[in-house]
C-alpha cells in the first residue's frame, strides 16, 4: 500500500516537474532582457533626451543672446563648441541606447540640418557686418527644425518609454517564470530523490529481511533439519547438533530413529503436496517430537524436532493424578455409602427404638391407671387393694426408671452425663442392692446371694447412686434372663489397679457369641424377639458401660449360651483407707432403717412455708407435714410466697423453682436481700450439677428432689423443725422492761385512738381512717397484739378500697377490740 | 464491739421508734439514735456523718423513707439501710432494693425477723472490717 501511493506521489512530482521545466526553454531570453534593463544607459535615457533638450534650447538663447549683444562672439563660439560635443555625445549615447535606430538616423539628420542652419547663422553673425535680415530668415527656418527635433525626441522618448515598459513586463515575467523553474526543479528533483531513496531502502530490507530468513533455521532453538528424497541429511541447524550432542547421537543414528514405517509413509506421501507427518520418539531419558514436512515441489523433507520430554512427563503425572483422583472418589464413595447405610440404619434404630419406647412407657401405665379406676370404682377388701396399690407402685417405679434411662441417654448424647463423687460406704450400698435384688430373685424363685472374693475397703470415693445403678441394671438383667439357678453378686479389689470389682453371674439363657458385640451398643438387645419377650428399652448395657467409663472403669462380658453369663464391672475407688479393709460382708446396724411407717410417725412443731403451684404436690406435701404436727402455710406462686416469708416468720420454706408470677429463685433472692435469714430449701426436679449450685449460690440451705424421697423429706424436716414436746411458743417480742413500759404507753393510747377512728366515721373522712387502721396494723402486733394488726390491716384495705358501706362496721369492731384491750391492760398494768 | 456502732431509727411514731430501739439494745447496740421525719433523718445523718446503719420507716412526713433512701445512697454507697414498712407489695420491696436498701422488714415484724437483719448487717461490717474490733 505504502508503495503503491509512494509511486502514485512520485509519478505527479514529475508530471509537475516536467511542466514547470519547459518554461526553462525561456529563461534565456528571460535572462537577456534583464540584462538589458539593468544596463547603465536604460534609465538615464530619458535624461539624456532632456539634456538634449536643453542643449537645443540653449542653442537658440545662445543664437538670441548673441543677436541682442548680450554675449560676445568668443563666448558664444565656446559654448556652442561644448554644446556640438555634448550634442555628439548625446546623440551616440542615445543611438546606443535607443532600439528605434530609424528615427535615431532621421533625428540626426533633423540635428545635422540644425547644426547646419546653426553654423549658417553664425556665419551671418560673424562678420563685422551682422546680417539681420539672413540672420531672422535662418531662426525662422531653425525653429521649426527645433520642433521638429522636439517631435522626434518625443517619439524617440515614447517608444522608449514603450519598450521599457515592454521590458519590464517581460522581466517579471520572467522572474515568475524563473521561479516557477526553480521549483519545478527542485520538486523533480526531490521526486527523483524519494524514488531512490525509497528503492534503495526496500532493496537494502530485502537484503537484510532475506539474510535473517537464511538465517532463520540457523538461529532456531529447536532442531531444524533438511532431508532429500532419500533420507540423507542435507542440512542441520546447530540446534540439531547440540541436541545430538546431548543425546549422545550422530546424524545418521538420528536419521535410524525415524520408524521405518514413517519411510515408507513419505515414500508413499511423495505425491501428496506438502502433507505433513507428526510421531513421537521415546529414548531413554527424552522425548521427541518429529514433525515432518513433506516439500514435494523440492523433493525435500523438512524436519523439526521438539524436545516435548517435559510435556510427557506432566502427561504421565497428570494421568497419574487422574487415575488417584478416581481411586480416591472411589473410595469416597464406598465410604459416603457405608455413612449412608449406618445413618439409614440409625433411622432405622431410633424409629424402632421410639416404638419401643412408646411401648414401654405404656405398659406399666396400663395397671397404673388401670388399677387406680379399679379402686375408685369397686370396693375392694385390703388384701386386694393391697395387691393392687402394691402392684400401681411397682408399675410407676418401673416408669420412672424408664423415663430415667432415656433422660440419661439423652445426656449422654448432649455429652451431659455427669457423675458426683463424694464418700461411698461400700456396706451400705451392697446392702441396699440386696434388699432389691434379694426380693426379686424370691418372686421368680431364684437363689441371690452376695459375696467377697477379696478384701475391700469400707469407703471409696465414687458416685453411689450411679454404682447402684450400674449393679441393679445387671442384676435385674440377670434375673430377667434366668429362669432356674442363681444369680450371684461377686465384690473384690484390685490394689494394683485402685478398683472395685463387680460380677454379676447368672445361669440363665446366656448370649450368643455374635450377638456380644454388640450388646453394649445403644437400642440394641440380643435380638428383637428378646426385646418382645423381655421388654426394655436396650439402653440399660449403653448407659451402664458409658457409667462404668465415667467412673474410671469398664464392663464386660462372658457369656455361654445356654449356660449362663458373667457381666465384669470395674470402677474407679478413688482414695481409700488401706487400714480399713473387711474380707467379708459387713451388713450395717438394723437401727438405720428407711422405712415409710417409721417416717410418718414422726412428730414436729412448728411453721413450714411451701410455695409450689401444682395442686397435687401441694395436698400430698401437705399430708406430710400436717401429719407431724407442725404448721403449714401454702402459697402458689414466688410473690405469694416473698410477702409471707417478710410478714411472718418460719422455721423453714420449702420453695418449688418453677412458679408463675414469680419463680423461686427470684423469689429467694430477694427475701435473702431483704435480711431474710429463715431455711430455705429449693424443691426441684432438676437434678444438674449447675442448677444445684445456682440454688446454693442464691442462698438456698439446700435442695430436695422430685418426685419426693421420703427420707431426704423428713430429714430435711427434722433439722430444722422442733420435735413437738419442746416448747416452741416464741413471742413475737421479748418483754424487757423498757418494751413492758413501751406497751404501756401504745396501750395508753388506745383510747385516743378509738377517739379519733370513730370521729373519722362519723365524718366520713376516709383517708384518716386508713392512716389510723395503717398506724395501728403496724404497732398492733409489735406490741404483742397480733389481733390488733389483723383487724387494723382489714380496716385500711376496706379504707382504701372505697368500701364505703364496711368501713362503719369494721371500725365498730376494731374499737371494741381495742376497748378490750385496753382494758384488759390497764387492769393488769395497775399502778405504774 | 457493739459499743462502737451507731444506728440511726427514723419512724414519726414514738413507740415504733421505742420498739427497734429496744429490740437492737437485745442485741448489743445501745448507740440508737432517734429521727422523726425524713428531713431530721437526712440532717442527722449528715451532721453526725458516722453512722452504721439507718432504719427508715416509709411512712414518713417530709420526705418519705424512699427518698431519704435515695439521698443517702447517693452519698454513701456503704452505709447499711434497712426499710421499715408495713406493706409486703413486691413493686415496694423491688423499688427498695433497686435503690440499694440492704434489708427489709415488714411491719408488724418479730425479734427474730430484726434478728434476721442484725445478722447480715453484722456480716456487713465484718466485710468492711476484716479484723473484730
Known amino acids: 500500500m505504502l508503495q503503491r501511493k509512494i509511486w502514485l506521489a512520485f509519478l505527479f512530482i514529475l508530471t509537475v516537474g516536467i511542466a514547470v521545466s519547459t518554461r526553462i526553454v525561456y529563461l534565456g531570453d528571460s535572462v537577456q532582457s534583464i540584462s538589458h534593463l539593468f544596463l547603465a544607459e536604460k534609465l538615464p535615457l530619458s535624461q539624456r533626451i532632456g539634456e538634449l533638450h536643453l542643449i537645443v534650447a540653449d542653442e537658440e538663447r545662445l543664437l538670441y543672446e548673441y543677436y541682442s549683444y548680450t554675449a560676445t562672439r568668443e563666448d558664444f563660439l565656446k559654448q556652442r563648441i561644448q554644446n556640438m560635443e555634448r550634442l555628439n555625445l548625446l546623440i551616440k549615447q542615445i543611438e546606443a541606447a535607443s532600439e528605434s535606430s530609424a528615427k535615431i538616423a532621421e533625428l540626426r539628420a533633423r540635428l545635422a540640418g540644425l547644426g547646419q542652419l546653426s553654423d549658417k547663422l553664425s556665419s551671418t553673425l560673424a562678420f563685422p557686418r551682422v546680417d539681420w535680415d539672413e540672420a531672422r530668415a535662418i531662426l525662422a527656418q531653425i525653429n521649426p527644425q527645433v520642433r521638429q527635433v522636439e517631435m522626434t525626441l518625443a517619439t524617440i522618448t515614447e517608444a522608449n518609454q514603450q519598450a521599457v515598459s515592454n521590458l519590464s513586463e517581460q522581466s517579471h515575467r520572467s522572474v515568475l517564470t524563473m521561479v516557477r523553474s526553480v521549483i519545478g526543479f527542485s520538486v523533480l528533483i526531490f521526486g527523483v530523490a524519494l524514488f531512490v531513496g525509497y528503492y534503495v531502502i526496500t532493496i537494502i530490507r530485502e537484503g537484510s529481511e532475506r539474510r535473517r530468513l537464511a538465517l532463520f533455521a540457523e538461529r532456531d532453538p529447536n532442531p531444524v533439519l533438511r532431508l532429500n528424497a532419500a533420507g540423507k541429511v542435507l542440512y542441520a541447524n546447530p540446534a540439531t547438533t547440540k541436541l545430538l550432542e546431548h543425546l549422545n547421537l550422530s546424524t545418521a543414528q538420528l536419521a535410524k530413529l525415524l520408524p521405518s514405517d514413517l519411510q515408507q509413509h513419505l515414500a508413499a506421501t511423495r505425491d501428496a503436496p506438502n502433507s505433513i507427518t507428526q510421531f513421537e520418539v521415546t529414548l531413554d531419558t527424552h522425548t521427541l517430537e518429529f514433525t515432518v514436512a513433506h516439500l514435494t515441489d523440492f523433493s525435500e523433507f523438512h524436519v523439526y524436532i521438539k524436545d516435548v520430554s517435559a510435556r510427557k512427563q506432566a502427561e504421565t503425572k497428570l494421568r497419574a493424578h487422574h487415575d488417584e483422583l478416581e481411586k480416591l472418589v472411589e473410595i469416597r464413595t464406598k465410604d459416603l455409602e457405608i455413612a449412608r447405610d449406618e445413618a439409614l440404619q440409625a433411622s432405622q434404630t431410633k424409629s424402632a427404638f421410639i416404638a419401643n419406647v412408646s411401648h414401654e412407657v405404656r405398659t406399666p401405665l396400663t395397671p397404673i391407671i388401670g388399677f387406680a379406676e379399679t379402686m375408685l370404682h369397686d370396693d375392694q377388701n385390703p388384701e386386694t387393694r393391697k395387691g393392687l396399690l402394691t402392684s400401681i407402685l411397682h408399675n410407676a417405679r418401673h416408669l420412672l426408671n424408664i423415663i430415667n434411662e432415656i433422660l440419661d441417654l439423652s445426656k449422654i448424647e448432649a455429652n451431659r452425663l455427669e457423675v458426683e463423687i463424694m464418700p461411698v460406704d461400700t456396706m451400705q450400698i451392697m446392702y441396699d442392692i440386696n434388699a432389691i435384688a434379694d426380693l426379686l430373685a424370691r418372686e421368680k424363685g431364684l437363689q441371690f446371694s452376695i459375696k467377697l472374693i477379696s478384701p475391700v475397703p469400707l469407703k471409696i470415693h465414687s458416685d453411689p447412686t450411679r454404682i447402684k445403678q450400674i449393679l441393679l441394671n445387671l442384676l435385674t438383667n440377670a434375673l430377667k434372663f434366668t429362669d432356674k439357678g442363681q444369680v450371684d453378686l461377686l465384690l473384690g479389689f484390685n490394689p494394683l489397679t485402685n478398683q472395685m470389682e463387680f460380677t454379676v453371674s447368672d445361669t440363665g439363657i446366656g448370649i450368643p457369641q455374635d450377638k456380644l458385640d454388640r450388646l453394649f451398643k445403644a437400642f440394641s438387645q440380643a435380638d428383637s424377639s428378646t426385646t418382645r419377650r423381655f421388654g426394655g428399652t436396650g439402653l440399660g448395657l449403653y448407659i451402664s458401660q458409658r457409667l462404668a467409663k465415667l467412673l474410671g472403669g469398664d464392663i464386660s462380658v462372658k457369656s455361654i449360651d445356654r449356660e449362663g453369663t458373667q457381666f465384669k464391672i470395674s470402677i474407679a475407688a478413688g482414695e481409700i483407707d488401706p487400714q480399713s479393709m473387711t474380707s467379708e460382708i459387713i451388713w450395717p446396724q438394723i437401727g438405720i432403717s428407711s422405712t415409710h411407717t417409721a417416717k410418718l410417725d414422726l412428730k414436729l412443731s412448728g411453721q413450714v412455708l411451701v410455695a409450689e403451684d401444682s395442686p397435687d404436690i401441694q395436698k400430698l406435701i401437705s399430708y406430710y407435714i400436717l401429719n407431724t404436727g407442725a404448721e403449714l402455710t401454702v402459697v402458689g406462686n414466688g410473690q405469694l410466697a416473698m410477702e409471707a416469708a417478710l410478714s411472718n416468720d418460719y422455721d423453714l420454706i420449702l420453695m418449688d423453682m418453677q412458679m408463675p408470677v414469680m419463680g423461686g429463685m427470684e423469689a429467694i433472692e430477694i427475701l435473702r436481700a431483704t435480711g431474710c435469714s429463715s431455711p430455705i430449701y429449693a424443691l426441684t426436679a432438676n437434678a444438674m450439677r449447675e442448677d444445684r449450685e445456682a440454688y446454693q449460690r442464691i442462698g438456698c440451705n439446700g435442695f430436695l428432689s422430685k418426685p419426693i424421697e421420703l427420707e431426704q423429706f423428713f430429714d430435711v424436716l427434722a433439722t430444722h423443725l422442733k420435735p413437738a414436746d419442746a416448747h416452741a411458743h416464741t413471742n413475737p417480742v421479748q418483754k424487757s422492761e423498757n418494751l413492758l413500759r413501751l406497751i404501756t404507753g401504745f396501750v395508753a393510747s388506745l383510747p385516743d385512738y378509738i377517739g379519733r377512728l370513730l370521729h373519722a366515721a362519723d365524718s366520713a373522712e376516709h383517708d384518716e381512717i386508713a392512716a389510723l387502721a395503717h398506724q395501728l396494723s403496724g404497732m398492733g402486733g409489735s406490741f404483742g397484739f397480733p389481733e390488733i394488726s389483723q383487724k387494723a390491716k382489714i380496716l385500711e384495705t376496706a379504707a382504701k378500697n372505697g368500701e364505703y358501706n364496711e368501713l362503719t362496721n369494721l371500725v365498730q369492731q376494731l374499737c371494741e377490740l381495742l376497748t378490750k384491750i385496753s382494758e384488759q391492760n390497764v387492769a393488769a398494768v395497775g399502778s405504774s | ?133
Open chain 2, 1 to 133: 464491739m457493739a459499743k462502737n456502732i451507731n444506728i440511726l431509727v427514723a419512724d414519726d411514731i414514738a413507740a415504733m421508734r421505742g420498739v427497734l430501739k429496744e429490740i437492737l439494745y437485745e442485741h448489743g447496740y445501745e448507740n440508737v439514735t432517734e429521727a422523726f421525719n425524713g428531713e431530721d433523718t437526712l440532717l442527722k445523718f449528715h451532721l453526725f456523718n458516722n453512722f452504721h446503719m439507718v432504719m427508715l420507716d416509709i411512712n414518713m412526713p417530709i420526705k418519705n423513707g424512699m427518698q431519704v433512701l435515695k439521698e443517702i445512697r447517693a452519698e454513701n454507697p456503704n452505709v447499711f439501710v434497712v426499710m421499715v414498712s408495713a406493706d409486703s407489695s413486691t413493686e415496694i420491696i423491688k423499688s427498695s432494693l433497686a435503690l440499694g436498701v440492704n434489708g427489709f422488714i415488714v411491719k408488724p415484724y418479730t425479734a427474730a425477723k430484726i434478728g434476721g437483719v442484725i445478722h447480715k448487717f453484722e456480716e456487713h461490717l465484718l466485710k468492711l472490717n476484716p479484723d473484730p474490733a
